[in-house]
């Protein structure tokens, strides 16, 4: 029974892990330079 308590809070805080990476890698993403190339602000002023 122990092992498999121990077993199951590790495999959670695996996929917690898994998850805050992913999440992230896709905040730098979003913050880069790259996603905001298509943007112009003077379209947004006209």
């Known amino acids: ?3 498999t308590f121990y077993f199951i809070l ?3 805080f695996v996929l917690y892990l898994i998850v805050t990476i992913t999440t992230r890698n896709k905040s730098k993403k979003r ?3 790259k996603f ?3 943007y112009k602000r003077k379209d ?3």
Do not use: I, Q, T, V
């Open 31 to 33: 913050k880069s330079r």
């Open 44 to 46: 947004k002023e006209e």
């Open 36 to 38: 905001m190339e298509d």
């Open 10 to 12: 590790g495999a959670l």
């Open 1 to 3: 029974m122990d092992n």
